[in-house]
């Protein structure tokens, strides 16, 4: 079963930037999707970004679209998000997630979820 650690949440400035990371242990990490989800206060958790095993193509939410990116290193075993921009409505745990399923060739759904981390706060002030 695979283990996820997140760390790089903090309290920012809106307009500022933060990069977060995902440390994964206990399985191959190259064959697998991983991806982004927050819950903001109040709602429920929604996707953010994701990015396929062979890294060569990623998705977005449309909210973080331009301002976000998603990215993977797997000498590393870590996949990170790099947010720019950031808004007070960005404000969420932010929870990694890595996929069931080897070698999905697209992004994944929360019900094919194997793992999550146990999320990390971000918080933009206006």
């Known amino acids: 079963q695979v283990q996820l650690e997140e760390s790089g949440g903090g309290l920012v400035q809106a307009g500022g930037s933060l990069k977060l990371s995902c440390a994964a242990s206990?399985?191959?990490?190259?064959?697998?999707?991983m991806a982004w989800f927050r819950r903001a206060p109040g709602k429920e958790r929604e996707f953010v970004a994701a990015?396929?095993?062979?890294?060569?193509?990623?998705f977005y939410a449309d909210s973080v679209k331009g301002r976000f990116t998603i990215s993977r290193d797997n000498s590393k075993n870590t996949v990170y998000l790099q947010m720019n921009t950031l808004k007070p409505e960005d404000t969420a745990v932010y929870y990694c997630?890595?996929?069931?399923?080897?070698?999905?060739?697209?992004?994944?759904?929360?019900?094919?979820?194997?793992?999550w981390g146990q999320g990390t706060q971000v918080t933009v002030s206006s």
């Open positions: 206990g399985r191959t990490f190259s064959t697998y999707a």
């Open positions: 990015i396929p095993w062979s890294g060569t193509i990623t």
């Open positions: 997630a890595a996929d069931r399923l080897q070698y999905r060739p697209g992004r994944f759904q929360e019900t094919d979820v194997a793992s």
